[in-house]
């Protein structure tokens, strides 16, 4: 049995990249390296090894918390001086931890959701979003991280995508070949409880995910009501907007039982993210028996059969107010829809996982590299 160590960026929350590495773990029993922890609750048995904590508790993080070039070069610098001669493996999950140098007998694999977007697919979004002098410096930064993020992928063996999305963006921007493991998803946790008449929308406010979109078309659907499930910094905007619509209602942040709860009575869930690497709340509405109106960019429109188990719109208010008004003339079969999410069960992933470990080298070789 390979020996397999786990390297993560930081643990700043429990989300959809937190929860990924932590099934990783439970599945090929490894500890998790990382440099910072705040607010993280994993499962028992995952072993957490925080190194550098206190450096990064008691001044970086305390001076230089919102300066993502510093904190990014002093997380890379120490990632780089790890040892880990003692393991067969060393999966990084995510970017930074890929500046680890590994030793010759080292297989090596990189788990990095996508390259990184603000430095590809999503440059002109973010850098048209600073001014013009801090502009001149983000470009300069972004030019040098460049140069670094292709220089390190000769430390990576193999590269792992959660999509197929992922795989065309791996092999666009890092000309490197890659194979495929979805994300894992409890799909036996979501029931189907009945329609319960009202839209859901699930995400964090902020413009990547395009809530406007969605509060505009229910601004015209005055007889349909959407429930927000969410929080984040375009929040107080979001809420101006829709003042005075009483059937768009701002839920906040819920827990995931009240989520399972909402998803479970809802009519169907609106997705509107741009271009979403893989999408799991989506997954959760179809394990759930809804319908999901996703717009057509990224993965989630791959999940769709179109009239089955959701309908595809483009991201503009014509078409999302078409894809509801068609939603509600459908006569929807759960079991159908459930089926469909399926194949992105947890099961899945934690036997690709251990294939994939127990196939080395021979998983290496079957692919071009480099």
């Known amino acids: 049995m390979k020996k397999v160590a786990i390297l993560h960026d930081w643990f700043n929350g429990y989300g959809g990249a937190a929860y990924d590495v932590e099934q990783i773990a439970l599945a090929l029993k490894a500890p998790i390296y990382t440099t910072y922890i705040k607010n993280l609750h994993l499962r028992n048995g995952v072993e957490v090894i925080p190194f ?20 990014m070069l002093s997380i890379r610098s120490d990632f780089a001086k790890l040892d880990l001669d003692e393991y067969d493996v060393v999966i990084s999950s995510g970017i930074q931890c890929r500046a680890y140098a590994p030793t010759k007998d080292q297989y090596t694999i990189n788990y990095p959701r996508s390259p990184p977007r603000w430095l590809y697919d999503l440059y002109d979004f973010h850098i048209n979003a600073f001014g013009p002098i ?45 194979i495929v493991i979805y994300p894992p998803v409890e799909t036996s946790k979501y029931r189907y409880r009945d329609d319960g008449g009202y839209y859901l929308s699930v995400g964090r406010l902020d413009p990547l995910k395009r809530i406007d979109l969605i509060i505009e078309t229910f601004k015209k659907l005055k007889d349909h009501e959407v429930k927000i499930i969410g929080t984040g910094p375009e929040e107080r905007r979001l809420k101006e907007m829709a003042k005075g619509y009483g059937n768009i209602e701002f839920c906040g942040f819920v827990d995931e039982k009240e989520k399972i709860k909402l998803l479970g009575h809802c009519r169907g869930l609106i997705f509107t993210a741009m271009n979403e690497d893989f999408g799991i709340v989506p997954v959760e509405a179809l394990a759930s028996g809804k319908p999901v109106i996703t717009v057509n960019e990224g993965y989630p429109p791959r999940m769709i059969n179109e009239g089955t188990n959701g309908i595809i719109v483009e991201s503009n208010i014509r078409s999302l107010v078409k894809g509801i008004e068609k939603c509600e003339k459908i006569e929807w079969e759960p079991t159908k829809i459930i089926e469909s999410a399926k194949k992105f069960d947890i099961e899945h992933f934690v036997r690709e996982w251990r294939n994939l470990i127990n196939s080395l080298p021979n998983a290496i070789h079957k692919i071009p590299q480099k």
Request: positive net charge; glycine residues 0%.
């Open 134 to 178: 801090k502009r001149i410096f983000a470009e300069i930064y972004c030019k040098h991280f460049k140069k670094w993020d292709l220089s390190v992928l000769n430390n990576i063996d193999l590269i792992v995508a959660n999509s197929e999305v992922v795989q065309e963006r791996i092999k666009r921007y890092w000309n490197r070949d890659s």
């Open 52 to 71: 550098k904590q206190d450096k990064y508790v008691n001044s970086f993080y305390s001076r230089f918390l919102q300066n993502m070039a510093l904190q």
